[in-house]
Structure formats: C-alpha cells, structure tokens
C-alpha cells in the first residue's frame, strides 16, 4: 500500500544517511511525531444532502468520540449543500479552506472543478482526504472505488434475472460524480458484452434525488410498457423506482437494482420490490476519515487508499 513519505526520512536520505547511519547518530523516528495540544476542527463535505451519508456521520462521531477519551478534542462539521450542484459545492469548497481547519475531508461531484480547489488547500498546508468519491490518486482516499466492477455486476444479475432478454433503464444519477459515471459504464459494457438481447432504452440522471428518480420512472413506465428492468446507480435511484413501480401496481414485476442503500431500501429487498443493491461501509468511511485526519496532524503516515469494501445486497444476504 503506498503511504506518504516521512519529512524526516526525506531529510536524512538527502543527507546520504542509511537507516543504520541515522539510528546510529541518535535519530529517533518517534520524534517526528506531534503530540496534539490544541482542540481540531474538522470539516467533512459531502456531494449533497443525502440520507445514505447519515451512517458517514455516525461513524465520523464515534471517532471523535473515541478520541476524546484519550484527551483528543474534535469539532466534527458537516457541511453539505442541499442539491448535487458543481458550483455550490465548490463555493463550499473554497468557503471551508478560507475558515483553514486542521483537517477537509472532500468528496468529488467534480474532480474536473473540484482538483483546483483542492490543491489550493494543500497549498495553505491543510490536512486534506477525500471520501465516498475520489478526486484522483494525488489525495488520499477512504471509501470504495470498484465502482465500474459493481456496475458489471449488477449488469450481471439483471440479465440473468429477467432472461437474458428485454428492455432495461439506468437511471444515471449524477452525470459528473465518478462513481456514478463508472457504475453506468460497467452496467452499459456488460450487458453489451454478454447479454446482446437486452435493449437499453432509456438513460435520464437523477441527479441523486428520490422525488426526481420517482418522477423520471413514472415516465420511464409509461414510454416503455415492456420494460423488465431498472439500473438506478446511486442510493436514492432504485427506492424512487420501487416508489413509481408500486403506484403502477408493478410491484415484483421489473427488476429493481440499485448502487446503494437506505434505510428504507431494506424493507422493500425484503418485499421483492427491490431485487438488490450494491451496499457499502459508510460508518468505517467516517470512522476512519476522522482517524487518518487526526494522524495526519500528529504527523503520522497514512494510508493512500483506504478500501471499505461492498457487497450485492439481495433478500438473501439481508436475511443472513
């Protein structure tokens, strides 16, 4: 796993020291480590106000939690903008490296925007991560990023689920954020791959919105009677389907797959409304991001990418 370099090992290779040289003159790595002697502020923002970061939040607080038994004060600010919109999030942006916490941790609408603003916190020597969507390997990540691979195979489990054959739809969520970009490319290339018989026939974004994912089903349903199936590529996609589908009376009749999970996704798994979802780790994103941000002020290496994994969430696995 790659790992940010020590400012103390840089220095000594500078100075043609090899480790046995630099121990044997008395240099003691501990002491490149900062003891923390202040109270941290921490600012999260999200891609938008969205319930699938509520187990983020809980995380993140059970950190900082955590920490203040070991004496560790950390003011956690969540700070997400109400819609999936570019340029409020970088106004965001550029508003939080203005109030210079000691730690941001960024999730990407879009890298295309958002890199500029992010350099310009390591620039002002912020403590920087992003989460939930990367901006690029020059920041260090914490959350899942095999977002193409979930899309092929939930491509996978729809075409098998209604025969190898039909009309489908994606519901694209949010035309620059890249996990959602990734998601529909996997579905699009599998299902051309391996499964020719099954015609997509529709693409709209959702724009991470259930009334909109409502709304753009209903209309979906009407224009295609014969559709088997649906694809909604973020968490709010496959519940605003199930939504439009159950006040068609269609309940159980299309298949519903979705990119993420909700509270309200796993009764309707459990109905049959809903087939499956892909499901992550949220809390662990905000459990660690709080962790690595705390390191990161104590000078501590971290990790480049922090994996926190996924899974194919159907009736099955829910029941188990």
Same mark, same amino acid.
């Given at each position: 796993?790659?790992?940010? &370099?020590?400012? +103390?090992?840089?220095? &000594?290779?500078?100075?043609?020291?090899?480790?046995? @040289?630099? !121990?044997?003159?008395? #240099?003691?790595?501990?002491?490149?480590?900062?003891?923390?002697?202040?109270?941290?502020?921490?600012?999260?923002?999200?891609?938008?106000?969205?319930?699938?970061?509520?187990?983020? $939040?809980? +995380?993140?607080?059970? =950190?900082?939690?955590?920490?203040?038994?070991?004496?560790?004060?950390?003011?956690?600010?969540? /700070?997400?903008?109400? @819609?999936?919109?570019?340029? $409020? @999030?970088?106004?965001?942006?550029?508003? /939080?490296? +203005?109030?210079?916490?000691?730690?941001?941790?960024?999730?990407?609408?879009?890298?295309?925007?958002?890199?500029?603003?992010?350099?310009?916190?390591?620039?002002?020597?912020?403590?920087?991560?992003? #989460?939930?969507?990367?901006?690029?390997?020059?920041?260090?990540?914490?959350?899942?990023?095999?977002?193409?691979?979930?899309?092929?195979?939930?491509?996978?489990?729809?075409?098998?689920?209604?025969?190898?054959?039909?009309?489908?739809?994606?519901?694209?969520?949010?035309?620059?954020?890249?996990?959602?970009?990734?998601?529909?490319?996997?579905?699009?290339?599998?299902?051309?791959?391996?499964?020719?018989?099954?015609?997509?026939?529709?693409?709209?974004?959702?724009?991470?919105?259930?009334?909109?994912?409502?709304? !753009?089903?209903?209309? =979906? !349903? $009407?224009?295609?009677?014969?559709?088997?199936?649906?694809?909604?590529?973020? &968490?709010?996609?496959?519940?605003?389907?199930?939504?439009?589908?159950?006040?068609?009376?269609?309940?159980?009749?299309?298949?519903?797959?979705?990119?993420?999970? !909700? =509270?309200?996704?796993?009764?309707?798994?459990?109905?049959?409304?809903?087939? &499956?979802?892909?499901? @992550?780790?949220?809390?662990?994103?905000?459990?660690?991001?709080?962790?690595?941000?705390?390191?990161?002020?104590?000078?501590?290496?971290?990790?480049? /990418?922090?994996?926190? +994994?996924?899974?194919?969430?159907?009736?099955?696995?829910?029941?188990?």
């Amino acid at each position: 796993m790659k790992r940010h &370099a020590l400012a +103390g090992v840089v220095a &000594a290779s500078v100075l043609g020291l090899g480790a046995g @040289q630099a !121990l044997a003159s008395g #240099f003691d790595q501990a002491s490149l480590i900062t003891p923390i002697d202040k109270p941290l502020t921490f600012i999260f923002i999200p891609k938008v106000v969205h319930p699938w970061y509520l187990p983020v $939040q809980a +995380g993140a607080r059970a =950190a900082v939690a955590e920490l203040k038994k070991e004496g560790i004060s950390v003011d956690f600010i969540w /700070d997400a903008i109400p @819609q999936a919109d570019v340029d $409020q @999030q970088n106004r965001r942006i550029e508003t /939080d490296i +203005g109030r210079h916490p000691d730690g941001l941790a960024v999730s990407c609408l879009d890298p295309a925007t958002n890199t500029e603003l992010l350099n310009e916190a390591l620039d002002q020597k912020i403590n920087l991560i992003t #989460f939930d969507t990367s901006c690029g390997g020059t920041y260090p990540f914490v959350g899942h990023r095999a977002d193409e691979q979930d899309g092929k195979d939930m491509a996978d489990f729809l075409g098998q689920k209604i025969g190898g054959s039909g009309e489908v739809g994606i519901l694209n969520g949010s035309l620059t954020a890249p996990n959602h970009v990734a998601r529909a490319k996997g579905f699009r290339e599998e299902m051309a791959a391996k499964y020719p018989n099954v015609k997509i026939v529709f693409e709209q974004p959702d724009n991470d919105d259930m009334q909109t994912a409502v709304t !753009l089903t209903e209309n =979906a !349903l $009407q224009a295609h009677p014969n559709l088997k199936g649906i694809y909604g590529v973020d &968490a709010s996609a496959p519940v605003g389907a199930a939504r439009a589908v159950m006040g068609a009376n269609k309940g159980g009749q299309i298949v519903i797959t979705g990119g993420g999970d !909700l =509270a309200e996704t796993y009764p309707l798994i459990d109905n049959g409304v809903i087939a &499956a979802v892909t499901a @992550q780790r949220q809390w662990e994103i905000g459990y660690w991001g709080v962790m690595y941000l705390v390191a990161m002020n104590e000078n501590h290496t971290i990790p480049a /990418d922090h994996d926190t +994994g996924a899974f194919l969430m159907d009736k099955a696995t829910l029941n188990h």
